[in-house]
């Protein structure tokens, strides 16, 4: 499953439940409202509504948020551009519901349970025992903003179109050999490999758009490209339209009073704001500025220092602004963030080289320093879940990483994966004098005071790309403790845009950047680390990780049998992957901060794993004093 925290896609779920027998023409298919991945889905067919919401929610008012960088497309299913929020990302930069608003797909995901989902478009779904296809059949109702029925056409159409034109689709969905048309509401979609258990629920987290508008002609008569990206303000069957915007820079979202599913079990108490506006920025110091003089309703901070430091003003003090540390959206999830290596590059090929790099992170420095204690060093692929890797490993595990020892490298069996520890001069000056010796057995020496190739005498030198200002404080100083190896690390910091198309064309030597993991790791394993998204443009394989002892744990993972099994390949290949050193491992915190105008409500308590916001969220149209 594909994690939305760090928004690359929307949430992709893995099923490892609720099989339905095996289907033939004499038989119907056992159609159910929703699938698990663990025992029975907690809502069952007649639900009235989730419980975490509040039903008589009021709807109405006003939300304004901020977004960092820009956008130029609305298309969703297009791996070009930067897309606008609300559109097929989330609603604004660190909202934490992840929110889409314009476009729908055939199942949606509940906030208090690991990874269930209920229909959406779809009122039901129906699998076999082997996994080896998985039908859809669509709501009557279901409608788009002109009235027409969403219908198995348009399905079809999303999923070829995405496959056609996103990498990183085509690769998430290639075990999809084919969808078709099997009833009047009826989608048929075929595997070409069976025991696959994440399939049918990954299907059913696809964005679908209308074919009929896609396939017509715009108000200008200029025929529409699926292919391309595009301003023309979209047509969807979601809860609101954009109803204007300002390319680039504003985005204003309608509710729908016509939205044909407002009363759907799964949206009853949601979609309750009336209008949300986007105002963009490409600093969020910036940004942060309008949300303290009231231009702004809700802000989710991403810094230490200014949660420490900057909420000392008049609308904080008066009670016209609340702030809260939440940790809801974190209890599902594990993440991994740091400096990434280009492996395509020469020079970051050997281990020992990335290694040395980390030695030369002194993270408790920062912590100390810069971060006011309020972040720990990420030492997993999925730190802060059951799924990390600790210790050493044992039992099935073991088993795991056994089966494949010659295609692991033997440390993992004695030597648990450990970060540097510095944060005083004699340990700075410890883990520097490691990082020399590890350059020095991959084949490089100090020559007045510069690390080079000893055969050739090419300076090690490199560039550190970085996604707009916020990590300089922490990669300025990594920088200067590499200067002291000899070591040259220049940082560039660049708009989103550019950031965005650059580790696309994978035009970097080192990226700040990362991934967020579900509790139900799957196939986008292969897009993070398999040898299939290594050498693609586009994938989230960003270090251009190749290796068959990794692609053999992705396998395991994918086709694991039970909930025991996916823990124990999971850990086994975050062990590995930690093994091999692709990361210089930076820090997280495990909860959101977040600050919000005193008229904005939520329903108590808050589901299990999410804050829900903005789509349970509702403003108080008679706020107390």
């Known amino acids: 499953m594909l994690k939305a925290r760090l928004r690359p896609l929307a949430s992709l779920v893995l099923c490892l ?13 056992d159609w159910k409202i929703g699938t698990a991945t663990v025992g029975e889905p907690k809502y069952q067919e007649g639900f009235q509504r989730f419980d975490y919401v509040k039903p008589d929610a009021p709807k109405g008012g006003t939300l304004r948020l901020t977004g960092l960088g820009t956008f130029d497309t609305y298309n969703p299913l297009v791996a070009r551009g930067e897309i606008a929020a609300g559109i097929g990302t989330p609603i604004a930069f660190g909202a934490a519901g992840g929110a889409t608003f314009v476009y729908e797909t055939l199942m949606k995901r509940s906030m208090d349970e690991i990874s269930s989902t209920y229909g959406l478009l779809a009122e039901a779904i129906a699998y076999p025992a082997d996994y080896g296809w998985v039908k859809f059949r669509l709501r009557p109702e279901a409608r788009w903003a002109d009235g027409q029925p969403v219908t198995p056409d348009d399905v079809i159409f999303s999923f070829e179109s995405a496959k056609a034109n996103d990498p990183k ?18 989608i048929t979609f075929t595997f070409n490999e069976t025991g696959n258990r994440e399939l049918p629920q990954i299907v059913g987290d696809l964005t679908i758009v209308p074919k009929h508008w896609w396939t017509a002609k715009d108000a200008k008569g200029n025929a529409r490209d699926i292919s391309k990206t595009s301003l023309e303000l979209p047509m969807g069957s979601g809860p609101y339209q954009l109803a204007a915007a300002s390319p680039g820079a504003t985005l204003r979202y309608e509710r729908r009073d016509d939205y044909w599913g407002k009363d759907l079990p799964v949206n009853i108490g949601q979609n309750n704001l009336e209008t949300i506006t986007v105002t963009y920025f490409a600093d969020l110091d910036v940004a942060f500025e309008a949300f303290r003089s009231g231009n702004a309703d809700f802000w989710w901070d991403n810094s230490a220092k200014r949660w420490a430091t900057s909420y000392d003003f008049p609308a904080m003090n008066d009670g016209r602004l609340k702030r809260e540390v939440l940790d809801n959206d974190y209890r599902d ?10 492996l395509r590059r020469e020079k970051f090929q050997d281990e020992r080289v990335r290694e040395a790099l980390n030695y030369a992170f002194d993270f408790e420095e920062l912590k100390r320093t810069i971060f006011y204690n309020q972040y720990d060093r990420i030492d997993s692929y999925f730190f802060g879940s059951e799924l990390a890797s600790k210790g050493l490993p044992e039992g099935k595990e073991k088993e795991v990483l056994e089966s494949i020892k010659d295609q692991v490298p033997p440390e993992v069996f004695t030597t648990p994966y450990q970060n540097p520890v510095g944060g005083t001069p004699q340990a700075q000056r410890d883990n520097l004098r490691k990082a020399i010796a590890l350059f020095r057995e991959a084949g490089y020496e100090l020559k007045n005071n510069r690390m080079v190739n000893a055969k050739t005498g090419e300076p090690f030198t490199f560039e550190i790309l970085l996604d707009g200002p916020t990590i300089e404080r922490v990669a300025l100083p990594w920088s200067q403790n590499l200067r002291k190896i000899g070591v040259e690390a220049r940082i560039r910091t660049v708009d989103s845009s550019q950031f965005t198309n650059r580790w696309r064309s994978r035009d970097f030597d080192v990226l700040y950047s990362g991934w967020a993991q579900s509790l139900n790791p799957g196939n986008e394993q292969t897009e993070y680390w398999g040898s299939a998204s290594a050498k693609r443009e586009g994938s989230q394989n960003y270090a251009g990780i190749s290796d068959p002892g990794i692609d053999a744990l992705i396998r395991k993972i994918i086709f694991a049998k039970d909930r025991d099994d996916l823990i124990a390949a999971t850990k086994a290949l975050d062990r590995v992957l930690l093994a091999h050193h692709y990361v210089i491992p930076s820090y997280t915190s495990r909860s959101s901060r977040i600050a919000y105008t005193s008229t904005l409500r939520y329903p108590t ?7 829900g916001f903005p789509s349970i969220w509702w403003v108080d149209p008679a706020p107390t004093p």
């Open 169 to 186: 689709i085509a690769l998430y969905y290639q075990h999809v050999e084919k969808a078709e048309k099997t009833g009047e509401r009826e």
């Open 605 to 611: 308590p808050l589901p299990e794993y999410s804050t």
């Open 17 to 29: 439940s609720l099989a339905a027998p095996a289907f033939s023409a004499e038989t119907e298919p």
């Open 333 to 342: 999830s594990g993440v991994l963030v740091g400096f990434i290596p280009n």
